[in-house]
């Protein structure tokens, strides 16, 4: 099987930092895009960043300038360095990844078990 573990989520001031880890084990082959998405309470999940296996990344217009994402393709991992946080940040962050397993010929869509980012005012 295949698991994506997220790592790096915590509480932090407004102006403050996180970064946030996912690393894919298992029976990866290959991956395409990585991303990261957030829910919010009573708010659908949103897309924050993503990227694809050539490098193209897109981000949300609300963390654009603030946000970076960035892969290490040999360690299967994506990260997301959050710098200049603001209370609307606040969310549980999902890792979501389309891999290939071995011995399959098709890409499958997986997630993250999510970790919490609080923003203090």
């Known amino acids: 099987q295949v698991q994506l573990v997220e790592s790096g989520g915590g509480l932090v001031q407004a102006g403050g930092s996180l970064r946030l880890s996912c690393a894919a084990s298992?029976?990866?082959?290959?991956?395409?895009?990585m991303g990261w998405y957030r829910q919010a309470p009573g708010q659908q999940r949103e897309l924050v960043a993503a990227?694809?296996?050539?490098?193209?990344?897109n981000y949300a217009d609300s963390v654009k300038g603030r946000f970076t994402i960035s892969r290490d393709n040999a360690k299967n991992t994506v990260y997301l360095q959050m710098n200049s946080l603001k209370p609307e940040d606040t969310a549980v962050y999902y890792c979501n990844a389309a891999i290939r397993r071995l011995w399959s010929t098709g890409m499958a869509d997986y997630w993250g078990q999510g970790t919490q980012v609080t923003v203090s005012s």
């Open positions: 298992g029976r990866v082959y290959s991956i395409n895009a």
């Open positions: 990227s694809t296996s050539d490098g193209s990344t």
